[in-house]
Every structure is written in C-alpha cells, then in structure tokens.
Nanobody
Framework: QVQLAESGGGLVQAGGSLRLSCAAS????????MGWFRQAPGKEREFVAA????????NYADSVKGRFTISRDNAKNTVYLQMNSLKPEDTAVYYC??????????????????WGQGTQVTVSS
C-alpha cells in the first residue's frame, strides 16, 4: 500500500515557476513508476509527466515539454515536478500517482494504482 500527498501548488503569474512535491509512504516506493496528471474544470484528467523507478526514463506531454521537469529522490520517497514558464492553460488540480507494473502505458491514468488528493495550481494572465 502506498499513500501519496502532494504539496507546492498555489497562485502564480504567467511566466512564473512552481515546484510540486509528492511524498510517498511505504517501503516499495522505489519500485514504482510515478506520474503527474492534471485536471482542469470540465475537462478529462490528462497526463503531464512520468518517471521510471530508477529515474532513467522520463516522458512528458507535448504541452509541457521543455517547460516541466519530473524527478525523484528514492531516498526521500519523493517525486517532484518543476514547472517553469507557466501559462494560464496550465491551471488545474495536479495529482501524483504510482504504478506497480512496468513503465509502459505511463500516460494512461487507469494503469495507476495509487493517487494523491491533488494540489491546485492557478496561473493568472
């Protein structure tokens, strides 16, 4: 069992930066693929970024590529999402998620086994 807790959301002006953190409980954290997803009002939950258990593989949605960076510290049971050059369209609730099986299908939310409660990110224009 893994419990996830996001933090670091808030209100920022367009062009600004935020760093989200996701703290995980459980000794198996280092074996999980971790992902970040987001959901804006009235929209489906969408993939943002994913990282393999070792950190050796990362993938991003086209909409955030070059602006967001996912990383993890297995010693701290924490995964991060550094968000730079934020845009109003990045406004959403951001969720971290953990997946037990292999890294493939990292962009499919139903493949993930555990979810955090979400943290709100609001980007003003």
């Amino acid at each position: 069992q893994v419990q996830l807790a996001e933090s670091g959301g808030g209100l920022v002006q367009a062009g600004g930066s935020l760093r989200l953190s996701c703290a995980a409980s459980g000794r198996s954290f280092r074996s999980y693929t971790m992902g970040w997803f987001r959901q804006a009002p009235g929209k489906e939950r969408e993939f943002v970024a994913a990282i393999s258990w070792s950190g050796g593989s990362t993938n991003y949605a086209d909409s955030v590529k070059g602006r967001f960076t996912i990383s993890r510290d297995n010693a701290k049971n924490t995964v991060y999402l550094q968000m730079n050059s934020l845009k109003p369209e990045d406004t959403a609730v951001y969720y971290c998620a953990a997946k037990r099986d292999q890294y493939s299908h990292y962009d499919e939310p139903y493949r993930y086994d555990y979810w955090g409660q979400g943290t709100q990110v609001t980007v003003s224009s």
